[in-house]
Every structure is written in structure tokens, then in C-alpha cells.
């Protein structure tokens, strides 16, 4: 049975950091290039990050610089480091390998004052 358990959101205020994590079983996940999504209230799920076999990591221009994706093949687990925040990073994050319908149940960032 595939599971992506998504953990580390949390409220937090502009300029902040978080750590965001996705620990994943029942698939081989270090075949897969994984991707971090969000989706803000209201909007479509948009990619924000992803992070193939070989650990080449991809950004949307506006979270460049902000967000790093990695992850451990020893831990089945990829994660979001999430600095210098802005209010419109808030949403609900998921993780996803591409190419595949799984998704985790998400996690929720709230950047505010």
C-alpha cells in the first residue's frame, strides 16, 4: 500500500523558516523524481520544487533562492527547507513522485504577522 505521510507545516511569520517532510513506503522511491507542491486557498496546486534520482533539484522562479528539496534514499523521505518566508507562500504543501497518482495528505503553511 503507497503512503506519503507530509509533516512540518505550521504557522510561522514572514522571514521564518520551516522544514517540511515526506516520508513515503510501498513504492521504490528512489526511482522516482520527487516534487513538492502547494496549494493556496482557492488557487490550483502549483509546483514549487522537484528533485530527481540523481538529486537535481528544479524551481518555480518564485520560491528560487528560498526553498531548498532534498532527500534521503536511506529514509525513503524528501524535504522542503522552507527560508526567509513570505505571506504568499501560505498554502497546503503535498508531496508527489512525478509521473504517478499518489499524494500525500498535505501539510499546511500559514505565513502571517
Known amino acids: 500500500q503507497v503512503q506519503l505521510v507530509d509533516a512540518g507545516g505550521g504557522l510561522v511569520q514572514p522571514g521564518g523558516s520551516l522544514r517540511l517532510s515526506c516520508s513515503v513506503s510501498?513504492?521504490?522511491?528512489?526511482?522516482?523524481?520527487m516534487a513538492w507542491y502547494r496549494q493556496a486557498l482557492g488557487q490550483q496546486r502549483e509546483l514549487v520544487a522537484q528533485i530527481s534520482v540523481g538529486n537535481f533539484a528544479r524551481y518555480a522562479d518564485s520560491v528560487q533562492g528560498r526553498l531548498t528539496i532534498s532527500r534521503d534514499n536511506t529514509k525513503n523521505t524528501v524535504y522542503l527547507q522552507m527560508n526567509s518566508l513570505k505571506p504568499e507562500d501560505t498554502g497546503v504543501y503535498y508531496c508527489?513522485?512525478?509521473?504517478?497518482?499518489?499524494w500525500g495528505q498535505g501539510t499546511q503553511v500559514t505565513v502571517s504577522s
Open positions: 510501498g513504492f521504490a522511491f528512489r526511482a522516482y523524481t
Open positions: 508527489k513522485p512525478m509521473g504517478v497518482a499518489y
